[in-house]
């Protein structure tokens, strides 16, 4: 009997999710250490970026870094999902994320809001300004929200804005790439410095606010799988994954 099972693809068992600026780059031998601990592993730890760059500035910053090439890129504050070893597009996310959005409308309604500057982007899948202070931004806000235009709200670093369609982000993006790349009973960590990574630490997986992290997230209320690490940025990960999946990952022989 011919097997329909020749073509399944294996999912992941181990998953670090990381944000790329101030949290998985910017301490070199913090990820120099990370690295060497994967690579002594007997398994494989899967790399999922999670970031706010578009692709073209994300494949950059890995070039530049030396980053090993991941597994999965969710680029664009979780508007586009990239994965396999092209990091072909996602066209399943991409339909959620452009069925229901109208990336003219919200350059309108800013344009009327004094503060707020547009980001120069080279595609459309989120509209993104810079913001004098948080005052312009909340204006940003209840404009969209009081002309009905569906979108996610994401401000970080005091002066970052995105505006995305409704259902992205980062934690969302994140949750549709595990639910669909990884093992029901995954070892997952997630990782972030920064407003945009708030959503995606409070999944509830185990997650590490890194200690270098902006106020908006030293902040944050917590869950029970949330840790502060001690160390900024890679070793902070470290950090975490020690204190999370240390055991699990050495004992398989
Ligand atoms: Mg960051």
Not at 64 to 76: F, H
Not at 178 to 190: M, N, P, Q, T, Y
């Amino acid at each position: 009997m011919k097997s329909t099972r020749c073509c399944t693809v294996q999912k992941i068992r181990y998953l670090l999710a990381t944000d790329l600026d101030g949290t998985f780059v910017g301490d070199e031998e913090g990820l120099r250490e990370l690295l060497d601990y994967y690579d002594s592993l007997p398994e494989r730890v899967a790399l999922a970026y999670v970031t706010g760059r578009h692709r073209a500035s994300a494949m950059g910053l890995i070039r530049e870094e030396r980053l090993p090439v991941p597994d999965i890129l969710i680029t664009d504050v979780g508007t586009s999902v990239y994965s396999g070893p092209d990091l072909a597009e996602d066209p399943g996310w991409k339909q959620r994320m452009t069925e229901n959005w109208d990336p003219q409308a919200v350059r309108g309604i800013a344009r009327g809001i004094s503060g707020i500057r547009l980001q120069n982007l080279p595609d459309t899948r989120r509209v993104s300004f810079f913001s004098e202070g948080g005052e312009p931004a909340e204006k940003l806000k209840n404009a969209l929200t009081s002309d009905g235009i569906p979108h996610t709200f994401i401000f970080s670093s005091g002066r970052d804005v995105d505006i995305l369609p409704e259902g992205g982000g980062k934690g969302e993006a994140l949750r549709y790439v595990i639910g669909k790349f990884a093992e029901v009973d995954a070892s997952i960590l997630v990782a972030g410095d920064s407003g945009n990574d708030l959503d995606m630490l409070m999944l509830g997986y185990p997650s590490v606010i890194v200690s270098n992290a902006r106020p908006e997230l030293l902040e944050a209320e917590g869950h029970d799988a949330l840790f502060r690490a001690t160390r900024p940025c890679a070793g902070g990960i470290l950090e975490a994954w020690m204190h999370f999946h240390g055991n699990t990952a050495d004992i398989k022989g």
